[in-house]
C-alpha cells in the first residue's frame, strides 16, 4: 500500500513559481500512475497532471505550459513545478497514486481508485 504526503505550498504573487513534492512509501515500480489535484473552495476536485510510468503525462488545460509532472524515483518523490502562477491557481493540491494495470483516462483512474495524501495548500495573490 502506497502512503503519499505533500509538501511545498505556500503563499506566492502572481507570476511566481513553487514546486510541490510528494514523498511517498511503499513500492510504485511496474504499473503505476501518479498525479495533482487540486480543489478551490467551492469547486470540484480538479484533475492538474499526470504522470504514467511509461513517460507520458497529461495536463489540465488551464496549467499546460506552466505546471510540469516530474518523478525522482531514487528519493521517492513525485514533483510539481508551477510556474507563472495565478490567483486562479490558488487551491488545495493533493497528490494521488494508483499501483497496478488499469485502464481508462488517467485523472477519472487516480480519481476513483487512487491513494490520496493530505494535501498542502497553495494561495497566488494578486
Known amino acids: 500500500q502506497v502512503q503519499l504526503a505533500e509538501s511545498g505550498g505556500g503563499s506566492v504573487h502572481a507570476g511566481g513559481s513553487l514546486r510541490l513534492s510528494c514523498k511517498y512509501s511503499g513500492f510504485l515500480t511496474g504499473d503505476y500512475l501518479v498525479g495533482w489535484f487540486r480543489k478551490a473552495p467551492g469547486k470540484d476536485h480538479e484533475g492538474v497532471a499526470a504522470?504514467?510510468?511509461?513517460?507520458?503525462?497529461s495536463y489540465a488545460d488551464s496549467v499546460k505550459g506552466r505546471f510540469l509532472i516530474s518523478r525522482d524515483g531514487a528519493k521517492n518523490i513525485v514533483y510539481l513545478q508551477m510556474n507563472s502562477l495565478a490567483p486562479e491557481d490558488t487551491a488545495v493540491y493533493y497528490c494521488?497514486?494508483?499501483?497496478?494495470?488499469?485502464?481508462?483516462?488517467?485523472?477519472?483512474?487516480?480519481?476513483?481508485?487512487?491513494?490520496w495524501g493530505q494535501g498542502t495548500q497553495v494561495t497566488v495573490s494578486s
Open positions: 494521488a497514486a494508483v499501483v497496478g494495470s488499469w485502464s481508462g483516462p488517467m485523472f477519472s483512474t487516480l480519481r476513483d481508485f487512487g491513494t
Open positions: 504522470l504514467h510510468y511509461d513517460g507520458s503525462r
